[in-house]
């Protein structure tokens, strides 16, 4: 395989990179924190239950894309993790059905349910949806609700700066960000119209490219404590 070709590398220096880019990290989202999110979003529970998980899944159908049917007992802990919810649903596939195909018919389910609760953003809905399938990639799976946490708050914000040439900006990432606030974030910086080339060009190489490769890596810059990317 090819080296992977660095993002950021029009922003920063050669020797400074090699100096300061030292510690590697695979995202810390995917797709599937979609359920997770839609279980909050529509429940509004203190905590992640199997019995939300399981109204999540009849709501938007999807025993009919997996081997299980309703009257079945998930067969996960009452207290649910991610990683426990991303190997049931894959274990319960059909054959016929890829990965890839799963993941994306339940992230396209759960986004149709859950996106009237963002009909005031200024943004389109079809700016707003790019920025969903974002969040999910980059929002902690260990966390309930879903959230970016602080270090990788900072990174994605600052990327939307950068790819929009802004210099200046009233926006912070400095804290942990639901996806609600993530757009309450972008909405102090960008109009309707500017968010629409930098939401395209992030999520064509951390939602598209992913897609391709695989994977993608974060790189911390312990110097300055900010974030680089890496697709590969």
């Known amino acids: 395989m090819d080296e992977p070709k660095s993002l950021f590398h029009s922003t920063l220096d050669d ?14 989202g995917e797709q599937l924190i979609c359920v997770i999110y839609l279980a909050y979003e529509r429940y509004k529970e203190s905590s992640l239950q199997r019995s939300t998980i399981d109204k999540v899944f009849a709501a938007i159908n999807t025993y009919k894309w997996l081997c299980h049917k309703k009257e079945f007992n998930l067969e996960i802990a009452e207290n649910v993790n991610f990683s426990t919810l991303k190997e049931f649903i894959l274990s319960k596939r059909s054959n016929h059905t890829t990965k890839r195909e799963i993941q994306d018919t339940i992230e396209n389910a759960c986004w149709n349910l859950c996106k009237d609760a963002y009909c005031k953003c200024p943004f389109r809905s079809s700016e707003v949806y790019k920025l969903w399938l974002i969040f999910n990639r980059v929002a902690d799976e260990e966390t309930y609700p879903p959230t970016i946490t602080t270090s990788y708050s900072s990174w994605i914000i600052e990327k939307f700066i950068s790819v929009a040439g802004l210099s200046k900006t009233k926006t912070s990432g400095n804290s942990d960000l639901t996806f609600q606030d993530f ?40 110097e300055t404590g900010h974030y680089g990317a890496d697709v590969g």
């Open 183 to 222: 757009l309450r974030c972008l909405e102090d910086s960008f109009t309707a119209k500017s968010i629409i080339p930098a939401t395209k060009e992030i999520h064509d190489w951390l939602v598209k490219e992913v897609i391709k490769a695989g994977w993608v890596y974060v790189i911390y810059e312990e």
């Open 15 to 28: 020797k400074r990179e090699v100096a300061c880019l030292i510690q590697s990290s695979i995202m810390p």
